[in-house]
């Protein structure tokens, strides 16, 4: 069974940093990514990337945030630098089995879900 737990989340202000991790248990797949979801809003891909290859940052946050993953410790990250007001939100961490890195992938594209952390930046 897929599990996946997030953590590092918090409040921030405006230009402050804050790195997500995402700890993953069982067969993960070959695709992992880290959504965010603002209240009112659909949940939308922040940053995803595929074992064979393939990275995605979604445009607001290109030369800001960094995803990565540690093999050896199954853990996903997401460093989030240059904050701003606009990246508040539920910040959750999807994993799926398919091999393919879609170039705007979306919730549909990923099976598995972790239960979501906070990230508040004030102004």
């Known amino acids: 069974e897929v599990e996946l737990v997030e953590s590092g989340g918090g409040s921030v202000q405006s230009g402050g940093s804050l790195r997500l991790s995402c700890a993953a248990s069982g067969y993960i797949g070959n695709r992992m990514g880290w959504f965010r979801q603002a209240p009112g809003k659909e949940r939308e891909a922040v940053a995803a990337r595929a074992r064979l290859g393939g990275t995605m940052y979604a445009d607001s946050v290109k030369g800001r945030f960094t995803i990565s993953k540690d093999d050896a410790k199954n853990t996903l990250y997401l460093q989030m630098n240059s904050l701003k007001p606009e990246d508040t939100g539920v910040y959750y961490c999807?994993?799926?089995?398919?091999?393919?890195?879609?170039?705007?992938?979306?919730?549909?594209?990923?099976?598995?879900w972790g239960q979501g952390t906070q990230v508040t930046v004030s102004s």
């Open positions: 999807a994993a799926d089995m398919r091999w393919e890195m879609p170039s705007s992938p979306t919730a549909a594209d990923f099976s598995y």
